[in-house]
């Protein structure tokens, strides 16, 4: 495996390709162990625990998870321009972004351990699963602040185009997950719980980890100096947009989360075997994102216009490519891949059902994808922000308020997601085709 990749020089499509290897396998393995904590859960406690930490909870950790991954990829976006521009101020934008990261996962950590009942309340969890999702969010929150330096950590390697050093300690930390699922759920019992004490026992390891290894490489002394204030504004400029705009999509998702609860716990469980597959895309397009904002700021900070340019038209590519690929793989085994979680029969049909609706919905995301992570690094966050508020958040909630409310059925429920996707995409393509020239020309 390479160990760094030369995004400045040499051909895009092939640094691309060589920065998302490796984070594709990351996420293979990611896949594998969130699949495992739902397929132990089924197996050993049955589908009320596959509800708990599919349901709900997984959508209050998962706007937990987008807020930070926003923050991180902020202070990725300022690390890469830095250490394009000036490989001595890396160090400065190590440790604010850390500063920042902390402030975040302390947050929600307080928030979830403090009001998760009134929380879980409000978004209308069946009695019969609101002690074990309790329980389950206050835990797993105890793992937010190692989450996010861990995760900080990664992404500040892939920041500066490292491929191997992220790859083996993401790798690493998804095999102990695994091992201590398995672990705390088969063998101790410890029920769902066992999945959140897994994450937390792994996530302080990892996290350790990574910082000493990111410390040990780049002589940067970490904790040791304060928050520089212009790095700072940098970060926040970016990703306080992005934040906002994926709290404001994750409350849509929450107002989805909760009209699907009034269809009963059965229905939440197959909802969440199909999160669990449908996170195989999502990783991929994490990884894209990761992989493309490197190359973008990179060549921002190093002023080269015509690689920025290539840049955003070759991964537009790549990304409908990889959309092609994973769509085509659910198609094919949606039976077998929905089979792993559950032995229930209508559960099964169900979640089948689900994905084979969802599945040629994918291709609306590409465009999306793309053109907005491609904005953040050319210095329109806020821009992206208010396209993603506009078409997501207030086009989920005008269907379920205007065309689900009266008539909750499932089909209703999840066309939010499609609608909202195309729609998304289409702004943001006339946005980037109206601004394209002045965009390129400020980066000279």
């Known amino acids: 495996m390479q160990k760094r990749v030369d995004v400045l020089n040499g051909s895009i499509a092939q640094a691309l390709l060589f920065l998302m290897v490796p984070i594709l396998i990351c996420g293979v393995f990611q896949q594998i162990c969130g699949m495992i904590d739902a397929i132990a859960v089924g197996r050993y ?29 902020g202070c990725m976006t300022v690390i890469a321009f830095l250490y394009g521009k000036d490989q001595n101020m890396t160090a400065e934008g190590v440790n604010t972004s850390m500063f920042l990261t902390m402030i975040c996962a302390v947050c929600f950590t307080g928030v979830y351990i403090l ?48 491929t191997k050093a992220p790859t083996e300690l993401l790798i690493g930390s998804f095999l102990m997950n695994i091992a201590l699922d398995l672990l705390f759920v088969g063998v101790f019992h410890l ?39 212009e790095v700072m504004s940098r970060i926040l400029k970016i990703a306080v947009p992005a934040c906002i705009a994926s709290s404001f999509y994750s409350f849509t998702n929450l107002i989805i989360q909760s009209a699907m609860n009034m269809l009963g716990s059965e229905t939440i469980a197959a909802f969440a075997i199909h999160n669990k597959i449908e996170n195989i895309y999502w990783i991929i397009m994490g990884g894209f994102g990761v992989a493309i904002t490197t190359v973008i700021s990179q060549n921002c900070g190093a002023k080269s216009v015509q690689r920025v340019r290539k840049g955003i038209e070759t991964g537009g590519i790549l990304c ?26 209508n559960t099964q049909v169900l979640a089948s059902g689900i994905l084979a609706l969802m599945t040629p919905c994918y291709f ?49 429920i999840l066309l939010a997601y499609p609608i909202s996707w195309c729609c998304a995409s289409i702004l943001f393509v006339i946005y980037y085709l109206r601004k394209k020239k002045s965009l390129l020309k400020s980066i000279a």
């Open 364 to 412: 609306f995301y590409p465009l999306l994808e793309t053109i907005s992570d491609s904005l953040k690094c050319l210095g329109k966050a806020s821009q992206s922000t208010v396209i993603t508020l506009i078409s997501i958040c207030c086009v989920r909630i005008a269907w379920i308020l205007l065309f689900v409310r009266d008539s909750v059925t499932l089909d209703g």
């Open 115 to 162: 009001a998760a009942e009134p929380i879980l309340r409000l978004l209308q969890v069946p009695e019969e699963l609101m002690a074990m999702s309790v329980s389950y969010l206050r835990l797993y929150s105890l793992a937010f602040v190692p989450y996010a330096l861990f995760q900080l950590a990664v992404t500040s390697f892939r920041a500066f185009g490292e």
């Open 320 to 345: 409908f490519a990889l959309t092609a690929a994973v769509s085509l793989c659910f198609f094919l085994f949606n039976h077998q891949l929905v089979a792993l979680f559950t032995n229930e029969a």
């Open 45 to 73: 406690v049955g589908s009320a625990g596959v509800a708990v930490i599919g349901g709900s909870c997984s959508t209050l950790i998962t706007l937990f998870t987008n807020v930070s991954s926003n923050m991180i990829l």
């Open 191 to 229: 029920q769902q719980n066992g999945i959140a004490y897994a994450f937390i026992l792994t996530q302080f390891i990892f996290a350790a980890a990574s910082l000493f290894a990111l410390a040990k490489a780049y002589m940067i002394p970490l904790f040791q100096e304060k928050p520089d204030q």
